[in-house]
């Protein structure tokens, strides 16, 4: 029996000497140590053995079962120790290594244009306005002057939601609510920038595009203030250079009405195919308010006359940027935005 204990305690010894990772230690415990390991059966076997004999080899048993518990314990640390300086290696952080950039995201070349046009015209003593995108037929078209089934009506291809909401074709609707809402209290002098949408598509034309309205009402208010209000903005918004056109046009809510072109920022007014050979590209709408409107929004016109405008604000950016088509500014593609 000694022998045998001899035998398990010299290969045990052996075996824990090779072990170099924790399944491995903990098979050997079992092996070695478990319920049905061969040491545990010598202690079973006692009976079987000459009873003067027992207390030397249960005690023998004994001493070789703690022994091997000891080393294995010993073996369990300097396992551990190992794993430890592993992962400490591995977790390893140099310090003079360059950090990962965050990426930060840059303004809209349009938010950028709102911006510096709600400073210019706030310089200049207009409040900032705003409305709601989903209007109704009455403030967006009725109180302009244009009635149902007006022929005006198709000049804006809208997208109505129910036959009384539409999505806003023009911020011009926020002139008849601020009117209505300040009713000849006091001068109006106010700006609203906002998003406007339209069924078109082009480089040109986006179905959701943003204009900014301006409205001044006060007494004598002539052509005049329309006119040198719009020369300050082009010269401090498109560029010192910029050279602008008034054509007479045609908007129900304004008399007389005018369409105003700026020269091509990318040739320079010799044309080409993004001012349509033209020289000239269409940036905003323009004319004196209609006496109809004032009249419908709570003003007297004998005594109250005033000038109105809408902006299109990407064809702004386009100029201020370069940028030679509308599209790119809604297509969310950041090598494009990080320009700016
Ligand atoms: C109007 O929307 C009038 N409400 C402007 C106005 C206001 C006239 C006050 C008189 C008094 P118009 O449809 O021309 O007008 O549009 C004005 C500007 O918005 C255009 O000059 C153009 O720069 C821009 N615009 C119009 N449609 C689009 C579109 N689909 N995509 C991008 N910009 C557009």
């Known amino acids: 029996m000694k022998e045998k204990i001899a035998k398990i305690e010299k290969e045990a010894k052996e075996a824990l000497e090779k072990i170099v990772d924790k399944q491995t230690l903990n098979e050997l415990k079992i092996k070695y140590l478990g319920k049905k390991s061969e040491l545990t059966n010598v202690l079973k076997d006692m009976a079987n053995i000459a009873k003067e004999e027992r207390p030397k080899i249960g005690s023998l048993a ?18 551990e120790k190992i794993e430890l300086a592993r992962k400490i290696e591995k977790e390893k952080i140099d310090v003079t290594l360059p950090g990962t950039k965050v990426k930060k995201g840059t303004k809209h070349p349009v938010n950028s244009v709102i911006e510096e046009i709600e400073d210019l015209f706030v310089s200049m003593g207009y409040t900032v306005e705003s409305g709601p995108e989903l ?28 036959d009384e909401y539409l999505l806003r074709t023009q911020t011009s609707a926020v002139q008849a609510r601020t009117m209505l809402a300040n009713k000849e209290k006091s001068p109006i002098r106010m700006i609203c920038p906002g998003k406007t949408y339209r069924r078109e598509d082009d480089a040109t034309h986006s179905h959701q595009f943003t204009q900014a309205e301006g409205l001044v009402i006060d007494k004598n208010i002539s052509f005049a203030d329309l006119k040198g209000t719009l020369e300050i903005f082009a010269k401090e918004i498109i560029g010192k250079n910029s050279k602008l056109r008034f054509r007479p046009s045609y908007f129900p809510f304004t008399e007389p009405s005018y369409e105003v072109d700026v020269s091509c920022f990318k040739c320079g007014g010799k044309g080409c195919n993004l001012c349509k050979k033209t020289g000239w590209i269409e940036v905003l709408g323009a004319g004196m308010v209609h006496p109809n409107v004032l009249t419908m929004c709570g003003y007297d016109p004998e005594k109250y006359s005033g000038f109105a405008f809408g902006l299109g604000l990407e064809r702004i950016a386009m100029f201020k940027y370069n940028i030679p088509d509308m599209r790119y500014l809604y297509a969310n593609d950041v090598r494009f935005l990080s320009q700016f």
């Open 62 to 79: 004994n001493k070789v079962r703690n022994e091997l518990e000891e080393k294995i314990k010993e073996k369990e640390q300097e396992l």
């Open 135 to 162: 209007e109704t037929d009455r403030f967006c078209f009725e109180l302009l002057n244009l009635p149902q089934g007006h022929p005006a009506r198709d000049m804006q291809d809208s997208f109505y939601i129910t």
